[in-house]
């Protein structure tokens, strides 16, 4: 199934097709540009840029108001650790890294995090730049589980890593460097 998500996401006409099928919208052109908002493993450049592939056009740092970072997802391996998840809270804030990207490059990040799948769907949401401007990105969340596990030390380790290389904010790399891993 990997595979052929890779394979479809090569071939505009062939994806356009796939996704309507699942019902998922899809509109656009390959080289139309979108923003892509990283607030979990991708934030760090070699998990986007080198186990992703992707090749971002800009970056910059980025706050989703209205939502919570939870690590209430099912991990590899099964109960060992749970990634990152968006969650809505009107309170909340979860700070990450914005990137303009392709909407082809979209695609091949869709193939990558198994999108359209079970686990994750794309979820568009306004994010804040740096400099206060408001802009549409698209991210992945799930339905997570009830309650929240501990995402492993590499995991934790990238995301703060992430946080630190892009330049988020210190009181949230400080809330990230809070963040207990598992053992």
């Given at each position: 199934?990997?595979?052929?998500?890779?394979?479809?996401?090569?071939?505009?006409?062939?994806?356009?097709?796939?996704?309507?099928?699942?019902?998922?919208?899809?509109?656009?052109?390959?080289?139309?540009?979108?923003?892509?908002?990283?607030?979990?493993?991708?934030?760090?450049?070699?998990?986007?840029?080198?186990?992703?592939?992707?090749?971002?056009?800009?970056?910059?740092?980025?706050?989703?108001?209205?939502?919570?970072?939870?690590?209430?997802?099912?991990?590899?391996?099964?109960?060992?650790?749970?990634?990152?998840?968006?969650?809505?809270?009107?309170?909340?804030?979860?700070?990450?890294?914005?990137?303009?990207?392709?909407?082809?490059?979209?695609?091949?990040?869709?193939?990558?995090?198994?999108?359209?799948?079970?686990?994750?769907?794309?979820?568009?949401?306004?994010?804040?730049?740096?400099?206060?401007?408001?802009?549409?990105?698209?991210?992945?969340?799930?339905?997570?589980?009830?309650?929240?596990?501990?995402?492993?030390?590499?995991?934790?380790?990238?995301?703060?890593?992430?946080?630190?290389?892009?330049?988020?904010?210190?009181?949230?790399v400080r809330f990230l460097d809070q963040v207990q891993h598992a053992e």
């Open positions: 199934m990997i595979r052929l998500r890779r394979w479809l996401a090569k071939s505009w006409w062939l994806s356009h097709c796939h996704y309507r099928l699942r019902g998922i919208p899809f509109t656009g052109r390959p080289h139309e540009e979108v923003w892509y908002f990283a607030y979990g493993a991708n934030m760090h450049d070699s998990a986007f840029r080198v186990r992703r592939g992707m090749s971002p056009l800009e970056w910059c740092a980025g706050r989703a108001n209205g939502y919570r970072l939870r690590f209430n997802l099912e991990g590899r391996p099964r109960g060992k650790a749970a990634p990152a998840n968006l969650c809505a809270d009107p309170a909340g804030e979860v700070w990450g890294v914005l990137y303009r990207i392709t909407r082809a490059g979209l695609l091949h990040l869709d193939a990558t995090e198994g999108v359209p799948g079970r686990r994750y769907r794309r979820l568009e949401l306004d994010v804040q730049d740096a400099k206060g401007t408001t802009v549409r990105a698209v991210t992945y969340v799930a339905d997570g589980n009830e309650t929240d596990g501990r995402p492993s030390l590499r995991y934790a380790t990238l995301l703060r890593e992430g946080a630190r290389a892009h330049g988020l904010p210190e009181h949230y």
